[in-house]
């Protein structure tokens, strides 16, 4: 069973920067595919950001290309979200998710195994 616990969320002001920590557990997380997805009041589940098992691949939603960078240190079992000029419409709580299999679409909400609690990032003008 996998376990993913995300950290580093709190609230900023417009500009501002975060970065998000996703820890995973098991032996086999160079093996997963790890990806960022966020969900405001209202809305639906969003993709964020995905990165490959080695790290050696990303993709970004266009909204975020730019400004945010997703990495992972296999090492520590652990994935980022690194969030620069935050803006406002980027308040939402951020879930950290897992893929054990190779997908089709990286950017489908049900390609993922497992997910995090989520952590709240909140940005105000």
């Known amino acids: 069973q996998v376990r993913l616990v995300e950290s580093g969320g709190g609230l900023v002001q417009a500009g501002d920067s975060l970065r998000l920590s996703c820890a995973a557990s098991?032996?086999?997380?160079?093996?997963?595919?790890m990806a960022w997805f966020r969900q405001a009041p209202g809305k639906e589940r969003d993709f964020v950001a995905a990165?490959?098992?080695?790290?050696?691949?990303?993709s970004y939603a266009g909204s975020v290309s730019g400004r945010f960078t997703i990495s992972r240190d296999n090492a520590k079992n652990t994935v980022y979200l690194q969030l620069n000029s935050l803006k406002p419409e980027d308040t939402a709580v951020y879930y950290c998710?897992?893929?054990?299999?190779?997908?089709?679409?990286?950017?489908?909400?049900?390609?993922?195994?497992?997910w995090g609690q989520g952590t709240q990032v909140t940005v105000s003008s």
């Open positions: 998710a897992a893929a054990l299999r190779q997908y089709s679409n990286y950017r489908r909400f049900d390609e993922y195994d497992y």
């Open positions: 098991g032996r086999s997380f160079n093996t997963y595919r």
């Open positions: 990165i490959s098992s080695s790290g050696g691949s990303t």
